[in-house]
């Protein structure tokens, strides 16, 4: 189903929390569709990596702020990758190391480093055709987008699934950290008083455990046909 001169070119928020599969089916969805495809945790991610590589203490707001006036984030968005540069320099290769995903998970719930991504991840929403993938795309990001969906998956599936990548990645935690990790950001993200992890009222909910990428995003299809 690609998008041509006569479907409208969507803005299609996927929100959700780790592990559950927003960037293996956002990618899948974005090919599907000629769209582009955006991984906001990457942003987070970058700011993270600066603060540590800066040798900042991310909890303190002070020093949080003045990193922000002094960073220059440029992203660019290429097949399926997110590709982020910060003052100049292609991070991407270091921002899914377990300390810049700890690190990342603190920031976020910073209200300054909110709002100092917002306009960042809204100019990207202007033409329409891209899928977003992040935890408040629906609500707050992308609140009038076309299509929303908020992707779950029970703890063990996203706990396997993590374990996987992060094997695959070269790391060498193990399943129980993985479990312990997952479960501490989930709360920090469900739990922060700015841009909570929740689903957006109008949500398409939809469970990934037991469930192909194929399955889902045919899925995902059905719901985006009647709006294109
Ligand atoms: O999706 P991810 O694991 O790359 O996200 C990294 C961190 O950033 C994670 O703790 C959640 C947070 N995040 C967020 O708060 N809002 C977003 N839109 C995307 C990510």
Known sequence: MKASAQTRRLVITIDGPAGAGKSTTARALATQLGYIYLDTGALYRAVAWKANTAGVDCSDTIAMKNLLQHMDLHVTLEDTTTRTLVDSQDVTPYLRTPEVTRIASTVAAMPEV?????PIQQRFGQTGGIVVEGRDMGTR???NADVKFFLQADLNTRTARRY????????EDNQQQIRDQIQARDARDQSRNIAPLIPATDAVMIDSSSRS?????ATMLESISARL
């Open 141 to 143: 990001v992308f609140p």
């Open 213 to 217: 990428v194929e399955e889902v995003v």
């Open 164 to 171: 996987q990548e992060s094997r695959q990645a070269g790391h």
């Open 114 to 118: 909110r709002e100092w991504l917002l």
